[in-house]
């Protein structure tokens, strides 16, 4: 008689999952954000030749900018298989002490002008090991809080691991704010470096939280059952590849907050006059806005179809963007200030709800690899490199419009991509998507569902169909 496989007990503080994720994130990209709006400010001065022209030097610290997206998709994979074959909590917390020591070591290093070449060539070494570690750490956060999560919620759950970016920026920007207040040479000389060296510290409380965090509810399911697989990566690819591709070309939109924070940062403070500190204060109040309509967005989409859904969402984006920077460019400053928030709020509740959305369409064995690798096959391919394109699309014809245009295309990529995704792997929250249903045949319907105990909370998922 074979026995029965033991069952994992639902989560019974799937609250302290989301909390543990939400903290983690916000440490992790805050020290991902101060790298942006440094490299906007001030590593253009510090890290390259005095003799060099501001326009190239600046583009050059968003080159080394890029270089952290760049490493993103190794740090996906790597963190990925990790979290596929161990755990997910393993992998946070390296993932979390990674960064710390990469964003401390940049607080430290020498400028141009003290070890020459030496200081970019370590800058880029550093902001490679951020990227690898954030690489690995948003499909963690998001699936550590959405896999302890009672399904039918598990799109709202994942929103407080988005939670974290908006927080992070905001740290970032408000500790530059603070920041700015100081005379020129001496932000210049050291100045700058305090918000690095702060990671530390977070990075300490961070490391408290995660260390006492339990295991994800799936992922106990897929160890007690002996469903791990050798090399998630090759599995991911071979049976699963056009899901990745199509979630990955969901993404675009969420980088166009790097048009509003790190390119527009360096554009109104070099050619609009703004002052740093009055453009930082815009930004905050921007993220203010992100935080509080990532929320809304997870909400919509776990209630109504998810097609309607996207498409209320993200079609105002492709007109807001352009409108944003055309608000900027009238140097007044609640104009821009509309501009920055209204234009924020579309691009916000779609960063709310897509990670519990992708966290839907892989497998349970394979999920860190498959989320992470979509999400940072973007970010290499989009993200680092927006401020880039931004920053020659300027260059090259002295105009803004372009820019503009380049931005609302991000939001057309992103919807057409998400409708495609959606038919195909389902598209309502209440009903189990297509990999959730291959889950299902292996663990039983009721497990897949989150076990009694999380149906009780709230109600098994219904098939799809």
């Not at 005095?50 to 963190?79: D, E, Q, Y």
């Not at 352009?322 to 960063?351: E, N």
Request: charged content about 10%; some cysteine; aromatic content about 10%.
């Amino acid at each position: 008689m074979t026995r029965p496989h033991p069952q994992p007990a639902a989560n019974p503080r799937p609250g302290r999952a989301a909390l543990a994720a939400f903290v983690g994130t916000t440490i992790e990209w805050y020290d991902f954000y101060i790298y942006g709006t440094a490299a906007a400010l001030v590593f253009g001065k510090v890290f390259f030749a005095s003799t060099m022209n501001p326009g190239v030097a600046t583009l050059l610290a968003f080159v080394t900018f890029w270089a952290g997206f760049a490493a993103r998709p190794l740090g996906g994979i790597v963190f990925g298989h990790l979290g596929d074959r161990v755990g997910r909590k393993t992998a946070l917390v390296i993932t979390l002490v990674m960064m710390g020591l990469a964003t401390t070591g940049i607080g430290l290093l020498p400028s141009y002008a003290q070890i020459g070449a030496w200081a970019p060539a370590g800058l880029v070494v550093l902001r490679v090991l951020q990227g690898v570690a954030v690489g690995g750490e948003w499909g963690g956060a998001v699936l550590i809080a959405s896999e302890n999560a009672p399904k039918h919620r598990s799109i709202l759950y994942a929103a407080f691991a988005q939670q974290g970016s908006p927080t992070g920026n905001l740290l970032a920007t408000g500790a530059f704010f603070a920041l700015s207040a100081l005379p020129t040479p001496a932000f210049l000389m050291w100045g700058w470096r305090i918000p690095f060296l702060l990671s530390a510290v977070l990075v300490v409380v961070g490391m408290v939280i995660r260390l006492k965090l339990e295991e994800s509810a799936d992922m106990q399911r897929v160890l007690q059952r002996k469903r791990t697989v050798k090399l998630p990566l090759r599995d991911v690819v071979r049976d699963h590849w056009p899901v990745v591709l199509l979630a990955a070309g969901t993404l675009p939109v969420i980088n166009v907050t790097y048009f509003r924070s790190t390119f527009a940062l360096s554009w109104a403070t070099r050619e609009l006059g703004y002052a740093q500190g009055t453009f930082l204060g815009i930004l905050s109040m921007s993220l203010v806005v992100q935080f509080l309509m990532q929320p809304v967005g997870a909400w919509l989409v776990s209630k109504i179809d998810m097609r309607r859904a996207m498409c209320w969402i993200l079609i105002p984006e492709i007109v807001l963007m352009p409108v944003m920077f055309h608000a900027l460019a009238t140097r007044s400053y609640w104009i821009a200030v509309a501009g920055m928030c209204v234009s924020t709020i579309p691009s916000a509740m779609f960063y709310g709800a897509v990670g519990g959305v992708l966290a839907r369409v892989f497998p349970a064995n394979v999920r860190y690899t498959g989320l992470s690798l979509a999400y940072q096959l973007s970010a290499l391919v989009v993200g680092g490199g927006t401020p880039v394109l931004a920053q020659a699309i300027l260059n090259a014809t002295g105009s803004i419009v372009g820019v503009a245009i380049a931005s609302g295309l991000y939001a057309c990529v992103s919807l057409v991509c998400m409708l495609a995704l959606l038919n195909r792997t389902g598209h309502r929250a209440d009903e189990l998507s297509s990999a959730e249903r291959s889950d299902a045949a292996e663990w039983g319907a009721d497990n897949a569902a989150g076990g009694p105990e999380q149906a009780s909370e709230g109600g098994a998922l219904k098939p799809a169909g």
